[in-house]
T-cell receptor
């Protein structure tokens, strides 16, 4: 079992739906991340939160809206997604500090109809 | 342009042999390099980190080297086992930001 928990594991939604992905960690990490991973491709960074503040947005379309309600939780709100947004969405966390690895959850498999 | 390249084809080896995976990068000056393992349907799992001023790091059957002149890292698994079969990703971090850039990954298959 990973120490970063993501829910749901699978999500199927229509292009007009609104849904949210959730991520939780209790390791006391103060940096949290969202990545998108397409099949047979590496993870691509979307957002980084540091101390609950958004520090990196990799020019992600506004139909993806991140939120960090507290130091343990990270949400990704989805609205009006496109079929090409179908992918594995990974959450990760890391301690503060330069030489720290990232701890990943097992992702949410998202399919857009 | 900036690139991180790993062996694009799967590496197929016999159990007990040493697997060597390559990560080459261009137009980057990374502060450090990390290696992750990813199994199908799972998130990446951190394996090893090596800093720009280190030449080699070891952990059990794993060894990583980092040559900033050649702009290359090699990842070795000695006495490989079928359970080592997975995709291995290298990742670079350039500065004090939290941004990690991943290579495309190499799929390793260890035959019994």
């Amino acid at each position: 079992d990973t120490e970063v928990t993501q829910t749901p594991k699978h999500l199927v939604m229509g292009m007009t739906n609104k849904k949210s992905l959730k991520c939780e960690q209790h390791m006391g990490h103060r940096a949290m991340y969202w990545y998108k991973q397409k099949a047979k491709k590496p993870p691509e960074l979307m957002f980084v939160y540091s101390y609950e503040k958004l520090s990196i947005n990799e020019s992600v379309p506004s139909r993806f809206s991140p939120e960090c309600p507290n130091s343990s939780l990270l949400n990704l709100h989805l609205h009006a997604l496109q079929p090409e947004d179908s992918a594995l969405y990974l959450c990760a966390s890391s301690p503060q500090g330069v030489y720290q690895p990232q701890h990943f959850g097992d992702g949410t498999r998202l399919s857009i109809l | 342009s900036q690139k991180i390249e790993q062996n694009s084809e799967a590496l197929n080896i016999q159990e007990g042999k040493t697997a060597t995976l390559t990560c080459n990068y261009t137009n980057y000056s990374p502060a450090y390099l990390q290696w992750y393992r990813q199994d199908p349907g799972r998130g990446p799992v951190f394996l090893l980190l090596i800093r720009e001023n280190e030449k080699e790091k070891r952990k059990e059957r794993l060894k990583v080297t980092f040559d900033t002149t050649l702009k290359q890292s090699l990842f070795h698994i000695t006495a490989s086992q079928p359970a080592d079969s997975a995709t291995y990703l290298c990742a670079l971090r350039m500065d004090s930001s939290y941004k990690l850039i991943f290579g495309s990954g190499t799929r390793l298959l260890v035959r019994p």
